[in-house]
Each structure stands twice: as C-alpha cells, then as structure tokens.
C-alpha cells in the first residue's frame, strides 16, 4: 500500500481524467465526478484529446506500446494543477507506474509532474476539498466493492466509506471478504477465465448476503465484472459507480 502523502490546499481549478470505460461504459460517472468537484467551487477542465492511460498495454508487457499511449497524455494535462481520475486503477498507473514507464526518456520529468499530481476521485474530495455531504435520499441499505488498486496501491479504500458515512440515511453493509479481488485484474480476465468466474461468484455471494440493494465501487471494470454476474445469476442488486451514487443522494444531478 502507497505511503501516506501530504496533500495540497484546495486549487482553483483541476484537470479530470475521463478513462476509457467511463467514456465508453459509464459516461454518468464520469459527468458526476465532474459535477461533484464543481460543486465543491472548482473548476474542472478536461482535455479533449486525453486517451488511454495506457495500463492494459503496460500490464500485457507492452511498454513501448503502452509508452506511446501515455506520452499522449503528457501534452493533455501539462499545467501544474490536479489531475483527478474516477478510477483507482487508471490512477494508480499514472502515478505509480508513469515513473517507471518514462525512466530514461527525454520527458521523464514531464511523467513524474502527472504522477506526483494525480489524485483518485474519492481521495481528492475528502483529502483535498474536504466535501461535506448533505443526504436527501430514501433510507437504502448498500455495500461497497473497493477495487484492488485501492487497496493495495493507492492506499485510499477508507476515503469511500467517509462519504458514505456522511450520508444519514445510507446504511453501508461492508463485505466479509472485502479485500478479495473481483476477478476482473484487466486482461486477468480474459487470460484466466475459469479463475476469474470463481473469483466473482465468491464476490457475488458475499456481496448478496448483505441484503444490500446496490453495490458501489469506484473503478468500473469491476462493475462490468460484478453486475454482469448478478445479473447472470438473476440476482437483483443494481451496481453503480460511487460517483453517481454520491451526485444522486445530494441532490444535484442535473
């Protein structure tokens, strides 16, 4: 797990980082995380050339590949503010994995600026701007899927379940296996399918016998991954990013 860090004042203005599954999959995650930093009184730029981060290369072995990917971004978000991602995995290989990628190339510097000024969603509004959530939802019972990169190598699974916490009529029921991978791991998944259906019947089950309505979760291939069992296995509990869930109990979704 990442090492705490000290973290910055409240900016002006900070840069997001869309992913490709939020662009593709889950474009309302990506335009709550928007709305949940402006309505904190920042603003939010997002580049319209940003592309992939360049993670499912870099994890395949691919590093030229995966470089050329990321140099990309390098243009993107090249003043010196936040770049906030609503993905601990994306974020997670921009500032842990782009120091290593760029090692020995003439932008290195340029790659350590992006990592060192990369913040997962969760962590930036209740490290950074300190957000204080006003609940004006029904009572709902949910639980909470913290993804691997959280856990292990952004070290911000706790700052989800702080705003959950503010929210007075959300029960959160945490998982008795909540460490356990999902089974997704990226192209674990494709590599590995019989190990990844175990692994996600394991979450499924544990993630059932909360009684929870919803399962929230920060990164969305693990969506993909879980709601796509549940609803294979014809289980009715609804998944949703935390962003949208967190928009849509304050309130303010347009």
């Known amino acids: ?3 705490s860090r000290a973290y910055p004042p409240k900016p002006e203005s900070v840069y997001f980082f869309g992913t490709c599954l939020i662009d593709l999959f889950y474009p309302e995650a990506g335009m709550a ?30 590093h030229a590949e995966a470089l050329s990917v990321a ?13 906030v991602v609503p993905s601990a995995s994306c974020a997670g290989m921009m500032r842990q994995h782009y120091p290593e990628l760029f090692a020995g190339e003439a932008d290195f510097a340029r790659a350590l600026a992006i990592a060192e000024r990369t913040y997962e969603l969760t962590e930036f509004l209740a490290n950074v701007l300190g957000v204080e959530l006003k609940d004006t939802g029904d009572p709902v019972r949910v639980t909470l899927h913290t993804s691997c990169s959280a856990w292990r190598e952004m070290g911000v699974a706790q700052e989800a379940k702080t705003l959950l916490g503010q929210l007075h009529n959300v029960q959160l029921v945490e998982l008795q296996r909540e460490r356990e991978c999902c089974g997704f791991g990226g192209t674990f998944a494709v590599k590995h399918p019989e190990i990844s259906a175990a692994m996600v019947n394991d979450k499924t089950a544990d993630i059932c016998a909360t009684g929870a309505e919803r399962v929230l979760g920060g990164d969305c291939g693990c969506l993909m991954n879980i709601t796509g069992a549940l609803e294979f296995q014809g289980k009715d509990v609804r998944g949703q990013h935390i962003a949208s869930f967190l928009l849509e109990r304050t309130g303010d979704r347009d």
């Not at 050339?49 to 994890?59: I, L």
């Not at 140099?71 to 770049?83: G, N, S, Y």
């Open 71 to 83: 140099r990309r971004q390098l243009a993107c978000f090249a003043e010196e503010i936040p770049i």
């Open 33 to 62: 995380g928007m709305q949940l930093l402006e309505r904190a009184g920042v603003a939010v730029i997002f580049p319209q050339d940003q592309t992939c981060c360049g993670q499912p290369a870099f994890n395949s072995g691919y």
């Open 1 to 3: 797990m990442e090492k």
